[in-house]
C-alpha cells in the first residue's frame, strides 16, 4: 500500500497537517485513536468520512516517519 495516496499535507488544509486525504481528520487524530484501543470500526463510526484504507495508511506513514529519525530514549 502507498500511504501517499491516502495522506494529504496541504498548507490550506488544518495549518499543512497531515490529514486524510478529502477530509479535515488529522493523522494524528487517528494515531491517537488507535493508541488509546479503539478499533478502525470504532473510528470509522466516529470519523465517516475516514475510509478504511487510510487508517491502515496511518500505520504507514508514522512507521516511515519512525524510520527517519533517531529519538532518544530518556533512562
Not at 25 to 45: F, M, P, R, Y
Not at 60 to 69: G, K, N
Amino acid at each position: 500500500m502507498d500511504w501517499r495516496k491516502y495522506i494529504t499535507v496541504d498548507p490550506a488544509i488544518m495549518h499543512g497537517k497531515a490529514c486524510i486525504t478529502g477530509t479535515r481528520v488529522q493523522v494524528t487524530t487517528i494515531l491517537d485513536n488507535l493508541a488509546a484501543g479503539l478499533t478502525a470500526e470504532e473510528i470509522i463510526a466516529s470519523y465517516p468520512t475516514v475510509p478504511l484504507e487510510s487508517i491502515q495508511a496511518t500505520l504507514l506513514y508514522a512507521a516511515e516517519l519512525a524510520r527517519e529519525s533517531v529519538a532518544p530514549l530518556a533512562r
